[in-house]
């Protein structure tokens, strides 16, 4: 079994800049992509930007350019820098791994989510 926990939200002024953290712990070897997902209330949960194990990248349109993924094997830690922040990035982020299954599809495991919220 994997345990993700997230950590870094909190509240920032527009134009600022945050960095979430998401911590794998259990079985880590068979963590393959990693990825961050957010959620407003009444909306569902959308993509925000991806990371394989070979270090391969993926973003969301509008993320791209301010966010950026990354991921430290030795700290089994992912990472979301983001900056430029804008209020309609004000949303639960979530961190999401896929995990390894001999013989079948990845399964995908959720942290329990880390509030962000952008406001002056």
């Known amino acids: 079994q994997v345990e993700l926990v997230e950590s870094g939200g909190g509240l920032v002024q527009p134009g600022g800049s945050l960095r979430l953290a998401c911590t794998a712990s259990?079985?880590?070897?068979?963590?393959?992509?990693m990825g961050w997902y957010r959620q407003v209330p009444g909306r569902q949960r959308t993509f925000v930007a991806a990371?394989?194990?070979?270090?391969?990248?993926n973003y969301e349109d509008s993320v791209s350019g301010r966010f950026t993924i990354s991921r430290d094997s030795a700290k089994d830690t992912l990472y979301l820098q983001m900056y430029s922040l804008k209020p309609e990035d004000t949303a639960v982020y979530y961190c999401?791994?896929?995990?390894?299954?001999?013989?079948?599809?990845?399964?995908?495991?959720w942290g329990q989510g880390t509030q962000v919220t952008v406001s002056s």
């Open positions: 999401n791994a896929g995990l390894s299954q001999l013989g079948r599809p990845l399964r995908y495991v």
């Open positions: 259990g079985d880590v070897s068979r963590i393959r992509p």
């Open positions: 990371i394989t194990s070979g270090g391969a990248t």
